[in-house]
């Protein structure tokens, strides 16, 4: 099933040449109202008339948080604000949030986006969706909630928070598609253990969950406990929200909506393009946005891309699932980690709840990473010696995967954290 065929299902070429005549439409808009665009461009000797095919999109200069950080709060709005209906800023854990702007248009583009996610979640008209992304200026909930709307759901806005609530409604409106949080999503499924209700006394068949990188190995935990499909969803504020890319039911990497972006895989370091199927950081240009359209947006997101026919029909690339984020990669004794490695190596050991906690250190120059996992309350409460070996199962799979030696210390059942929004993985106590 497709929320728009026409679009999602067009050929190559014909993608190829509508992303052209939108592309020229988005530099003309940016290069004429947006003062920091044509500084850059000027600086790099470009004018819009350069640009005269996709690959010339590789002459545009980047864009990054920072540029908008700089321009806060409304200098690279490429509208007079009295175009612009909604805001939304995403969390600044330090200093000012970064704020994003959409005229009608753009509400409207996004909710077709959505539309799309949804429908590829199975979502129909008559499908209950209960949307517990927050609500507010993080784009997660109203963004959903005018897609859900747009496709013509019976929308629960539930937002975040109130589990035990959640789970009742979830059981007694028959929500079938669950959106929020892959961490949230896996609270409501111990909620719903702790509440005593099955998951095949609930009428759920899809999740939508996105906003933090989450593996394969917890979409496994999540689709068990759940008894649902589990597909992830990607997107940020800087360039819509949420709907930006969305797996449909292959679950074989996210299409990535090329008729409203533009995607390309650099490496990270050179800032030079990667070919097709290569590892990097995903760049992406808006071109079908009024409000705050973006060039070359540097998303720290670290993907591969593919243009491999997709079972489904779809013609547009898919993003494979997002490994993590340049910033959240650490270095540990020279070794590039992503938390979400640590993750699935927990899974491949089994025994272990997927709750942990990184915690880096650096003693004598020399880093340390402990990693804490909170085990099963059968399994905390079995003899010593069982605990013992499954520890070291942890810390060989964790060596495995990683080739460094961590120390891993089993914890108690709900000794760690647990956030409703996006969960906090590591703590970095090195001074670097
Ligand atoms: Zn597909």
């Not at 909930?141 to 009742?168: D, I």
Request: glycine share 8%; charged share 30%; with cysteine.
């Amino acid at each position: 099933m497709h929320w728009n065929k026409v679009r999602e299902c067009m050929s190559r070429d014909q993608l190829r040449s509508y992303q052209f005549e939108k592309l020229k439409e988005t530099i003309d808009r940016v290069y004429h109202n947006v003062e920091s665009y044509r500084q850059k461009m000027q600086e790099k000797g470009i004018i819009p008339e350069d640009i005269n095919s996709l690959e010339d999109l590789k002459l545009l200069p980047f864009t990054t948080k920072q540029d908008l950080r700089d321009n806060y709060p409304y200098n690279m709005f490429a509208v007079p604000l009295e175009e612009i209906i909604r805001i939304h800023a995403s969390s600044g854990t330090t200093g000012k949030p970064t704020v994003v702007g959409y005229t009608r248009r753009d509400i409207a583009n996004w909710a077709e986006l959505i539309a799309r996610c949804l429908t590829m979640g199975g979502g129909k008209r008559e499908s209950v969706v209960q949307i517990s992304y927050g609500y507010g200026l993080f784009t997660g909930g109203l963004g959903f909630h005018y897609g859900a709307e747009k496709l013509g759901a019976v929308v629960v806005p539930t937002s975040g928070g109130n589990t035990r609530r959640q789970v009742m409604l979830m059981k007694d409106l028959k929500t079938e598609i669950l959106a929020c949080t892959p961490s949230y999503a896996l609270c409501i499924a111990e909620t719903l253990e702790e509440m005593g209700i099955k998951h095949e006394e609930l009428n759920l068949k899809a999740g939508i969950f996105g906003a933090e990188p989450w593996s394969d190995n917890m979409r496994k935990e999540l689709e068990s406990k759940l008894g649902i499909k589990a597909l992830d969803i990607y997107g940020l504020s800087e360039v819509i929200g949420p709907g930006v890319a969305c797996e449909c039911m292959e679950q074989q990497g996210l299409h990535i909506f090329e008729d409203f972006f533009i995607p390309e895989i650099i490496d990270p370091i050179t800032e030079e393009p990667l070919p097709e199927g290569e590892r990097g950081e995903l760049v992406i240009t808006t071109i079908d946005k009024e409000g705050l359209p973006v060039i070359r947006y540097k998303t720290r997101d670290i993907t591969s891309i593919s243009c491999k026919p997709c079972p489904c029909g779809r013609t547009h690339a898919r993003i494979e699932k997002l490994l993590g984020r340049t910033d959240d990669m650490l270095i540990i004794r020279g070794v590039n980690v992503f938390p979400s490695q640590i993750e699935s190596a927990l899974m491949i050991a089994g025994d272990a709840e997927p709750h942990y906690l990184i915690i880096v250190d650096r003693k004598d120059n020399l880093d340390s990473m402990e990693v804490l996992v909170e085990v099963s309350e059968k399994l905390f409460a079995d003899e010593v010696r069982k605990l013992e070996e499954v520890r070291r199962k942890i810390t060989s799979s964790i060596y495995t995967t990683l080739g460094i030696n961590v120390n891993v210390k089993l914890v108690e059942p709900h000794t760690i954290e647990r956030t409703e929004g996006k969960s906090k993985r590591v703590i970095d106590k090195r001074k670097l």
